[in-house]
């Protein structure tokens, strides 16, 4: 399963790289679907991952402030700064205690630990899907989804 959070990684730092090359205003401009722009779509996946692996090591939630998060620069930082501090607790525990029953304080209902950690990984592939017709609709070349030829097998 932990390649699977590797694979993501990658994705999604191609996608700020992608981003570079495209004006701030072009990823905060309204679009259709989602969370509405391609910048908070990147700071929702963020911020996703990071509440649901919190929620299984039964720690408080850290509540974002996406008004807080306007540029590129701010957005790739707290994705660094947060996979820091879960890479190494997936790598090790990923799949470990698979039926643990976690509750999480932003939805009502119990989920086993499996459950979330499937539901991060076709939440972030969910939004990639996203962003790829946004690239296209702003006439770029969307990074590409592919699992394979990355070296994470």
Excluded at 26 to 41: A, F, Q, S
Excluded at 71 to 82: E, F, G, I, M
Aim: glycine content about 4%; overall charge negative; proline content about 2%.
């Amino acid at each position: 399963m932990y390649a699977f959070f590797a694979y993501n990684w990658q994705v999604r730092d191609q996608w700020f790289a992608w981003c570079e090359d495209v004006p701030n205003e072009e990823l905060l401009k309204d679009r259709i679907g989602g969370i509405g722009n391609i910048l908070h779509t990147l700071l929702h996946i963020v911020d996703v991952e990071y509440s649901w692996v919190r929620a299984i090591q039964k720690k408080d939630d850290k509540p974002i402030d996406f008004s807080d998060y306007t540029t590129l620069r701010q957005v790739k930082a707290l994705s660094d700064q947060y996979r820091d501090e879960l890479e190494e607790y997936l790598q090790a525990e990923a799949t470990t205690n698979k039926q643990k029953t976690v509750t999480a304080s932003w939805l009502d209902g119990t989920f086993t630990k499996e459950e979330i950690l499937h539901h991060i990984i076709a939440h972030e592939i969910h939004h990639i899907g996203q962003l790829s017709v946004w690239a296209r609709e702003i006439g770029k070349k969307p990074v590409s989804a592919t699992v394979l030829d990355r070296g994470l097998f």
